[in-house]
């Protein structure tokens, strides 16, 4: 997973559990430069470099840690069960805008729901997709990391599958994830140029009983809420 780093390439907030780049040693809050010498500014030039070549093919990247320039080659692997939604839009100004998001198993007939309907339908995995994050896991968040929301809403809570997420934030780099309690990755949705505002409808219905838990990630900060599924 990665998020915008200022124009300056590409920070890496988490990992899938078949990240080819935790094998080489990369680590969150690592910033990615460069991949075989292009330069990348954030996370749209990793995923479209990234785009360019096969699984298995061994790529150069460049990185920052602790402001400190180093090098590393990895193999590419394949996400398992993991599809790449692209939606293209117009605004007012006539201007396309483009929605980025990540969510197993997507065919046809859910792209067509979230354009003619705007919501998205989640659907369960048949395999695990991600590693277990600090908020899935039940792990405290240290309060310097604590990301404030405002109007914060998820409804209904409890739901019987339809469910609306909405908040309001700082206009900066924004990555929404929905996990289950395991931490498997169910979605996430990286909103570069967010606007300060976030409403999306969701459908649950694949899973029957359970929680979810919400993740807003701006920076180093992180916002955890749960919703329940009866």
Same mark, same amino acid.
């Given at each position: 997973?990665?998020?915008?780093?200022?124009?300056?390439?590409?920070?890496?907030?988490?990992?899938?559990?078949?990240?080819?780049?935790?094998?080489?040693?990369?680590?969150?809050?690592?910033?990615?430069?460069?991949?075989?010498?292009?330069?990348?500014?954030? !996370?749209?030039?990793?995923?479209? +470099?990234?785009?360019?070549?096969?699984? +298995?093919?061994?790529?150069?990247?460049?990185?920052?840690?602790?402001?400190?320039?180093?090098?590393?080659?990895?193999?590419?692997?394949?996400?398992?069960?993991?599809?790449?939604?692209?939606?293209?839009?117009?605004?007012?100004?006539?201007?396309?805008?483009?929605?980025?998001?990540?969510?197993?198993?997507?065919?046809?007939?859910?792209?067509?729901?979230?354009?003619?309907?705007?919501?998205?339908?989640?659907?369960?995995?048949?395999? +695990?997709?991600?590693?277990?994050?600090?908020?899935?896991?039940?792990?405290?968040?240290?309060?310097?990391?604590?990301?404030?929301?405002?109007?914060?809403?998820?409804?209904?809570?409890?739901?019987?599958?339809?469910?609306?997420?909405?908040?309001?934030?700082?206009?900066?780099?924004?990555?929404?994830?929905?996990?289950?309690? !395991?931490?498997?990755?169910?979605?996430?949705?990286?909103?570069?140029?967010?606007?300060?505002?976030?409403?999306?409808?969701?459908?649950?219905?694949?899973?029957?009983?359970?929680?979810?838990?919400?993740?807003?990630?701006?920076?180093?900060?992180?916002?955890? +809420?749960?919703?329940?599924?009866?």
């Amino acid at each position: 997973m990665y998020t915008q780093s200022d124009d300056q390439g590409a920070s890496i907030t988490g990992f899938t559990a078949d990240a080819a780049a935790q094998d080489a040693s990369l680590q969150k809050g690592d910033v990615i430069t460069a991949i075989n010498g292009t330069p990348i500014r954030n !996370s749209d030039d990793l995923w479209n +470099e990234i785009a360019q070549y096969q699984p +298995e093919e061994k790529i150069s990247v460049d990185f920052l840690r602790d402001n400190s320039a180093q090098t590393v080659e990895l193999s590419l692997r394949s996400c398992r069960n993991e599809s790449r939604v692209i939606v293209t839009t117009t605004d007012d100004a006539g201007e396309k805008e483009m929605r980025r998001f990540y969510t197993p198993d997507w065919d046809k007939r859910d792209q067509e729901k979230l354009k003619n309907g705007q919501v998205i339908t989640i659907q369960r995995p048949v395999e +695990e997709g991600a590693a277990p994050s600090d908020a899935a896991a039940g792990g405290a968040i240290a309060s310097e990391r604590q990301l404030a929301l405002r109007a914060f809403r998820v409804y209904p809570n409890p739901s019987s599958g339809p469910a609306t997420i909405e908040f309001k934030a700082e206009p900066v780099a924004t990555v929404v994830t929905l996990l289950d309690m !395991s931490g498997r990755q169910l979605f996430r949705e990286e909103l570069n140029a967010f606007s300060g505002a976030y409403f999306q409808q969701f459908d649950l219905s694949a899973y029957a009983k359970g929680t979810i838990v919400i993740q807003v990630v701006q920076g180093d900060r992180v916002f955890t +809420e749960q919703l329940v599924l009866n």
